[in-house]
């Protein structure tokens, strides 16, 4: 598949929004969220059932993500996404503690992150060979 049916492949199926825009997207949503749900613990006596159906990718995503909590529970969906937003910005979860690796969404941002530095060193090495070798033709 030559590089641009690659590059169109990829923006069809992500919206054509790269990762920076899908998270700063989400980032938003959530903080979008936190302004308007005022007192989360209301989100408790919700039935999620009550609410117009949601995708099937969404539902499949709830079902493997769910821990302690029971399905049902927005009150944990709305924790789940604080953290996850939290987890991204600052390796933390919303209380402050370490969890990047350490719960469900972590172990997804461990593994991004660890590629990420790796691609950072090579970027680094070949930014580093490459002024060197300009030093040494002078």
Do not use: W
């Amino acid at each position: 598949m030559s590089r641009q049916r690659s590059s169109e492949k990829y923006t069809e199926q992500n919206g054509g929004k790269g990762f920076l825009a899908t998270l700063k997207e989400f980032v938003d949503s959530v903080e979008g969220l936190k302004r308007v749900i005022m007192f989360p613990v209301r989100l408790q006596d919700m039935d999620r059932h009550q609410l117009p159906a949601m995708e099937e990718r969404l539902q499949q995503f709830l079902e493997e993500g769910r821990t302690q909590t029971s399905q049902n529970d927005l009150y944990a969906l709305y924790t789940l996404l604080l953290n996850a937003k939290s987890e991204l910005l600052t390796g933390c979860d919303v209380a402050g503690r370490e969890v990047v690796g350490k719960s469900f969404l972590g172990e997804h941002f461990a593994e991004v992150s660890e590629t990420l530095r790796k691609m950072t060193d090579l970027s680094e090495f070949l930014k580093n060979n490459y002024e060197t070798s300009l030093r040494l033709s002078d």
